[in-house]
């Protein structure tokens, strides 16, 4: 569990198992906590996007959620981590939460498809690195 959450709050690591993730910077530098902001450079629908969000709630080796911040351009998101054992090892559950309007509802559904896909392909990548000891 312990690995697998340190995995997951080493946001300046998800370049290295997120393929859509460029960078990420976090402010303060630092180990997370509550109220560190991430900025994060990504791929998204062909064209590179930066998003801007905040840690709100942070349980080590538990959970970990944050928002979109007030600045962070459309869609607005909440991400959701929760870590915990099982009998083969660690569960992670991963939920993404976007809220949008006008156009952006339009195509929602669309997304939905390339978005799972993208989770699959992230999370299988990690639990690939954990597994093989690989440092991320």
Do not use: C, W
């Given at each position: 569990v312990e690995t697998v959450f340190h995995a997951l709050a080493d946001f300046e690591a998800e370049p290295r198992w997120q393929a859509a993730?460029?960078?990420?910077?976090?402010?303060?530098?630092?180990?997370?906590?509550?109220?560190?902001?991430?900025?994060?450079?990504?791929?998204?629908?062909?064209?590179?996007?930066?998003?801007?969000?905040?840690?709100?709630?942070?349980?080590?080796?538990?959970?970990?959620?944050?928002?979109s911040t007030a600045d962070n351009p459309p869609p607005a998101f909440t991400t959701v981590y929760e870590v915990e054992p099982v009998e083969q090892g660690t569960r992670v559950t991963y939920t993404l939460e976007?809220?949008?309007?006008?156009?952006?509802?339009?195509?929602?559904?669309l997304m939905k498809g390339s978005l799972t896909k993208d989770v699959t392909t992230r999370f299988a990548t990690l639990k690939t690195m954990l597994e093989t000891q690989h440092s991320i």
């Open positions: 993730v460029l960078e990420t910077k976090l402010d303060p530098e630092g180990p997370v906590h509550i109220g560190t902001k991430t900025i994060q450079k990504r791929k998204f629908g062909g064209r590179t996007i930066t998003t801007l969000g905040e840690i709100v709630e942070y349980e080590p080796d538990r959970k970990m959620v944050s928002h976007l809220r949008g309007t006008g156009l952006f509802n339009l195509i929602a559904p």
